[in-house]
C-alpha cells in the first residue's frame, strides 16, 4: 500500500501562516491525485482543497478560497498546502490522501491516507 506522510502542522496564531507537506517516501505522488482533507474537534471530516496528478488542477472548498494554495513539488514529489492568514475555525488534524480530484471531489474517492498532522489556530 502507499503509505502518506503529512508534516508541517503545529501552533500558529490567527493571522499566521503554516505550510503542510505530504509524501509517499518509497512511491512520489507525482502520478496521484491528492486531496486534503480536515477534522475539527467535535466535527466530520471535511475536503479542503485537492491538486491533480496529470493536468494540476487544483479545487478549493469555499471556506479556504484565496487563503490556502495547493502546489505540487516536482523534485520533492511532493504535495503542499500553503495556509495564509488561519483562523482558529481552521483548527484540526489535517489529512492528505490519494484518489481523484475534481470539482466535487470527496472521501470516498480517496483509498489512502496519512495519519494526519495537527493544526492549532490560537493566540
Known amino acids: 500500500q502507499v503509505k502518506l506522510v503529512e508534516s508541517g502542522g503545529g501552533l500558529v496564531q490567527p493571522g499566521g501562516s503554516a505550510r503542510l507537506s505530504c509524501a509517499a517516501p518509497?512511491?512520489?505522488?507525482?502520478?496521484?491525485?491528492i486531496g486534503w482533507f480536515r477534522r475539527a474537534p467535535g466535527k466530520e471530516r471535511e475536503g479542503v482543497s485537492c491538486?491533480?496528478?496529470?493536468?494540476?488542477?487544483?479545487y478549493y472548498a469555499d471556506s479556504v478560497k484565496g487563503r490556502f494554495t495547493i502546489s505540487r513539488d516536482n523534485a520533492e514529489k511532493t504535495v503542499h498546502l500553503q495556509m495564509n492568514n488561519l483562523k482558529p475555525e481552521d483548527t484540526a488534524v489535517y489529512y492528505c490522501?490519494?484518489?481523484?480530484?475534481?470539482?466535487?471531489?470527496?472521501?470516498?474517492?480517496?483509498?489512502?491516507w496519512g495519519q494526519g498532522t495537527q493544526v492549532t489556530v490560537s493566540s
Open positions: 490522501a490519494t484518489g481523484f480530484c475534481h470539482r466535487d471531489y470527496k472521501e470516498d474517492e480517496y483509498d489512502f
Open positions: 491538486i491533480s496528478g496529470s493536468t494540476d488542477s487544483t
Open positions: 518509497g512511491f512520489g505522488l507525482d502520478y496521484y491525485d
